[in-house]
């Protein structure tokens, strides 16, 4: 069965076009050109995955996405932020803070577009860690099972990938692991296709922001290779 995509961007011409990409590839697309119309298509056609533009009158991207997080009948849904504008590190930081799963910045190839829907479709249906023992560090207790991490016995607000990316840095603690390496183990990237680091130093900047000073210590960076969890 094709997985069902919505598509939602207030530029006809560029909706169209990605709609017509997506169609010829084997997707289901549904869209519209606002962001309003966009919530109550995901309550009710319950799409697979949102790709949504970030400037959009009214509802715009970033809060179209939180608010598709913030409620429990849509909160299980990926949602891919593009934007042709709001592309630097902070705009990118507010995505994921927003909760969003993803993160591409306009002009981009529709093979890229459909790579990074592939790749965040299968992280979901790998689904979490059923059956994994907690992970305990001083100060942080991370649930894989119930994806839920508390810091000083406060939980922390982790979005999927940040928790999926802390869960690989703990489990290979003391350990190097190169940008390529976690791009494929966290994000299921075809590195033959996509292979940035922005991604992963995004990530992880905000990352620290949200563990506090001690613990954010020790995710270190290793220059020209990659970082690790000491």
């Given amino acids: 069965m094709h997985k069902k995509i919505l598509l939602v961007d207030d530029d006809r011409k560029m909706l169209d076009v990605m ?14 050109d606002s962001g309003s119309e966009a919530l109550m298509l995901a309550r009710d056609s319950k799409p697979d995955l949102i790709v949504t533009d970030a400037e959009m009158p009214g509802l715009d991207g970033f809060e179209l996405c ?13 949602v891919i932020i593009i934007s042709g504008k709001k592309v630097k590190d902070v705009d990118l930081v507010t995505g994921y803070d927003k909760g969003a799963d993803d993160y591409l910045a306009k002009p981009f190839a529709f093979p890229v577009l459909a790579a990074k829907i592939n790749a965040v479709l299968r992280r979901y249906s790998a689904g979490p860690g059923a059956g994994q023992e907690k992970i305990k560090e001083p100060g942080l207790e991370l649930d894989p099972a119930a994806r839920t991490v508390t810091i000083s016995g ?38 033959g296709t996509y292979n ?18 001690k613990l954010a210590a020790r995710l270190l960076t290793v220059t020209g290779y990659g970082y690790k969890f000491e």
């Fill in 154 to 191: 406060k939980p922390a607000a982790l979005t999927r990938k940040e928790f999926d990316l802390l869960t690989l840095l703990i489990e290979k603690k003391g350990r190097v692991l190169s940008v390529p390496y976690m791009l494929e183990t966290v994000w299921g990237y075809d590195l």
């Fill in 196 to 213: 940035s680091p922005r991604t992963v130093e995004t990530h992880v900047s905000s990352l620290r922001k949200k563990l506090g000073a």
């Fill in 19 to 32: 709609r017509i990409y997506l169609e010829n590839h084997e997707f289901s697309v549904i869209f519209t």
């Fill in 66 to 78: 939180k608010a598709i997080k913030a409620s429990r009948s849509t909160a299980g849904i990926p």
